[in-house]
């Protein structure tokens, strides 16, 4: 029996796999490569000594999605594979929807046919907006503020509605700020064109590839004025997919969201100085404006998935930092195009 892995050549994904596989699960790994590519299923082949199985195929291809199930014997699914950039959800917002519901839509039904009833899904901290009360909690009002965050927020309705009336159960996992990269240097993320996020682009100006970082905004109400954000090592992160299967192994009925993070924030202007520390460079910045749709500070309440999932973060910013550099500096140009 195997766990599919669908986008597992994405960031979080390709970590992932390797974790299952780790903790002993067969991994059939979905992607079509839509934003990630081909040598990261390589890289995840060559972490877990070949024993891994790929399909490329879209999951909006219903086809494609059965012969899946037909083809391998899958117990449980994690569920990664989406369209996740904020600006680009405002700009083509059917896309999004299409593409994030559809394929969502398409996997649950494979599954409720093929009798496979344990579901991880990718959520997403963004589905709090700014929170009033921090540490964020899962109880905490949920809206969106762009397309993507709505999707992210519907993928959840979606499957808290059949867990309650088919046999599903289903973990939603709501990521903080992921960063990091496997200690191998061998996995990473691997952002197209102009990276969107802070860390991939603290990395860029240490590397030389970039004059210097723009801070968006030093405003905020915060200690130093820039925005703080609950950075999570992709390894813990990984970590989660694996107790939330076990959760779910062990008979968890119905859908619970758990928030993934390590509890505390880190502002910009802290992250640029983890960064030097990590990497020996000078990390030129400028403050520019604030950046539309940005919120000033969020952070995880834990307790939730420490008491239900057993789980909680290992690794700090300085782990975060040293290991995404590793990556980055090894692999300038992520797995190359
Ligand atoms: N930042 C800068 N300069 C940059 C890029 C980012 O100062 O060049 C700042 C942002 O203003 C923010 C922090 O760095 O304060 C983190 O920004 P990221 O873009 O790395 O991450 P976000 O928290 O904005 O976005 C993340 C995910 C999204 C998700 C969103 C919602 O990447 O997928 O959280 O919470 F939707």
């Given amino acids: 029996m195997a766990v599919l892995v669908t986008g597992g050549a994405g960031y979080i994904g390709s970590h992932t796999a390797v974790a299952l596989h780790d903790a002993g699960h067969e991994v059939v790994i979905v992607d079509n490569f839509a934003n990630s590519s081909p040598r990261a299923v390589d890289a995840v082949r060559a972490l877990t000594g070949g024993a ?5 195929a879209d999951l909006l291809d219903e086809a494609a999605v059965r012969g899946i199930f037909e083809q391998h014997e899958i117990s449980e699914v994690v569920h990664f594979a989406a369209h996740k950039a904020v600006a680009e959800s405002v700009q083509e917002p059917s896309r999004y929807y299409r593409n994030n519901l559809g394929s969502l839509l398409g996997v649950l039904e494979a599954m409720l046919e093929h009798g496979v009833d344990k579901l991880v899904h990718s959520s997403s901290c963004t589905v709090y907006g700014q929170p009033a009360v921090l540490p964020v909690a899962e109880s905490a009002p949920v809206g969106a503020a762009s397309p993507y965050g709505w999707t992210k927020l519907m993928c959840e ?3 808290t509605d059949v867990c309650a009336v088919r046999p599903l159960a289903a973990v939603m996992l709501r990521y903080f700020n992921p960063v990091g990269a496997h200690p191998s240097a061998t996995l990473g993320e691997d952002p197209n064109d102009i990276p969107n996020n802070l860390v991939p682009l603290v990395m860029q100006v240490a590397g030389g590839r970039r004059e210097r970082l723009a801070v968006f905004g030093d405003d905020y109400d ?4 820039s925005g703080v954000r609950d950075y999570v090592h992709v390894v813990d992160l990984a970590e989660a ?4 299967l076990e959760v779910l192994a062990a008979g968890h009925d119905g859908a619970a969201a758990v928030n993934v993070g390590t509890g505390s924030g880190s502002s910009v202007l802290e992250v640029i100085e983890a960064a030097r520390r990590a990497t020996g460079r000078p990390i030129p ?3 520019v404006g604030r950046r539309p749709g940005d919120i000033a500070k969020t952070w995880a309440a834990t307790d939730l998935a420490r008491e239900f999932l057993g789980w909680q973060a290992k690794l700090d910013i300085d782990d975060m930092m040293r290991d995404h550099w590793r990556w980055h ?3 300038p140009d992520g797995y190359g195009r």
């Fill in 329 to 331: 500096s090894q692999n």
């Fill in 222 to 225: 915060t200690a130093d004025g």
């Fill in 52 to 56: 891994l199985s790929f399909v490329e």
């Fill in 241 to 244: 997919h694996v107790a939330a």
């Fill in 157 to 159: 309705q979606i499957i």
């Fill in 285 to 287: 910045y400028e403050i």
